[in-house]
């Protein structure tokens, strides 16, 4: 699985958007980019994840870089409850198209929301 | 709740002391994860199961670690001769082989402290 870069911490306002950067310039054809986070003291939570389109769903946005070396996750209205550590991870796909396996996590990026 | 459970939450044990944890995946979830975090880094991978087989193993598990899950269905965890370098919180979660792109789900993790 290709390795990924994302800052060590963030800070965001409150209601505000949230927007958590991540590299991975090596990243081949078939693996697709996941986000997990994990809140203190909890086990990580699965966010988005995505191949070459951008993708939303209740919890988030993901934006893929057209040559997918890079890839954005934004929380559109930040809350205090979204302060975690945000994991990018980038996984080999099976043939059939999903995903299976271990997953690979970095240190993150802890995203901390201030009031 | 139907998430995954693990047990116990809390372990306190002495250095050379077995101990031994287990894990209750979401009933019709076939894979289980191991994974184990240390303070400050993200979870690192220790041994997948689909079904009752033990499919990939990681170098992190040496050989004083054991992994089981008899029916395929809840799964045990065990350390021998405990160490100090054993201290961590040790992770399960479980995915559904077709399921929405093999999301995994994250149990609370149980706490592991050797003295």
């Known amino acids: 699985d290709a390795k990924t870069t994302q800052p060590p911490s963030m800070d965001c306002a409150e209601g505000r958007a949230a927007n958590l950067p991540c590299n991975h310039s090596?990243?081949?054809?078939?693996?697709?980019v996941y986000w997990y986070r994990q809140i203190h003291s909890q086990g990580p939570q699965y966010i988005i994840h995505?191949?070459?389109n951008n993708e939303t769903n209740e919890m988030a946005s993901l934006i893929i870089t057209e040559d997918r070396k890079s890839s954005t996750l934004i929380l559109p209205h930040a809350t205090l409850r979204d302060t975690a550590v945000y994991y990018c991870?980038?996984?080999?796909?099976?043939?059939?198209?999903?995903?299976?396996?271990?997953?690979?996590f970095g240190q993150g990026t802890i995203l901390t929301v201030h009031p | 709740d139907t998430g995954v459970s693990q047990d116990p939450r809390h372990k306190i044990t002495k250095r050379g002391q077995n101990v031994t944890f287990r894990c209750d995946p979401i009933s019709e979830h076939n894979r289980l994860y191991w994974y184990r975090q240390t303070l400050g880094q993200g979870p690192e991978f220790l041994t997948y199961?689909?079904?009752?087989?033990?499919?990939?193993k990681s170098r992190l598990l040496s050989d004083r670690f054991s992994a089981e899950r008899p029916k395929g269905s809840f799964s045990t965890l065990e350390i021998q001769r405990t160490e100090q370098g054993d201290s961590a919180m040790y992770l399960c979660?479980?995915?559904?082989?077709?399921?929405?792109?093999?999301?995994?789900?994250f149990g609370p993790g149980t706490r592991l402290t050797v003295l």
């Open positions: 199961f689909q079904n009752e087989a033990q499919l990939e």
């Open positions: 991870i980038v996984r080999v796909a099976s043939a059939g198209g999903t995903s299976y396996g271990k997953l690979t």
């Open positions: 979660a479980s995915s559904f082989r077709s399921g929405r792109y093999n999301e995994q789900f």
């Open positions: 995505g191949l070459k």
């Open positions: 090596t990243i081949s054809g078939n693996e697709y």
